[in-house]
Nanobody, 120 residues
């Protein structure tokens, strides 16, 4: 059974910083794509940042220059460093990992979400 557990959300003032992490556990052979999404009530879940297995990162336009995604394949962990946070960054943040398990299956997995609130 594969599980993704996020940590690092919280309350921060505008201009502040937060770091999120997400670690996958279970019968994992290798992590493929990793990403962070965010969602606000009543809206769809949107991609914030992604990183391929070769380390190529991509970002949603509004977070470019402020957010950095990184990964530690040995730990099956994906990180999101967020700087200069704005109130519009307030959302529930979800990690995503596409994983190859030891039975040869490739599946998509999601964390349960961690709330980030940016307010003065």
């Amino acid at each position: 059974q594969v599980q993704l557990v996020e940590s690092g959300g919280g309350l921060v003032q505008p201009g502040g910083s937060l770091s999120l992490s997400c670690t996958a556990s279970g019968s994992i052979r290798r992590a493929l794509a990793m990403a962070w999404y965010r969602q606000t009530p009543g809206k769809q879940r949107d991609l914030v940042a992604s990183v391929t297995s070769s380390g190529t990162a991509d970002y949603e336009d509004s977070v470019k220059g402020r957010f950095t995604i990184s990964r530690d394949d040995a730990a099956n962990t994906v990180y999101l460093q967020m700087k200069n946070l704005k109130p519009e960054d307030t959302a529930n943040y979800y990690c995503y990992e596409r994983l190859l398990t030891f039975d040869g299956t490739i599946d998509d997995y999601w964390g349960r979400g961690t709330q980030v609130t940016v307010t003065s």
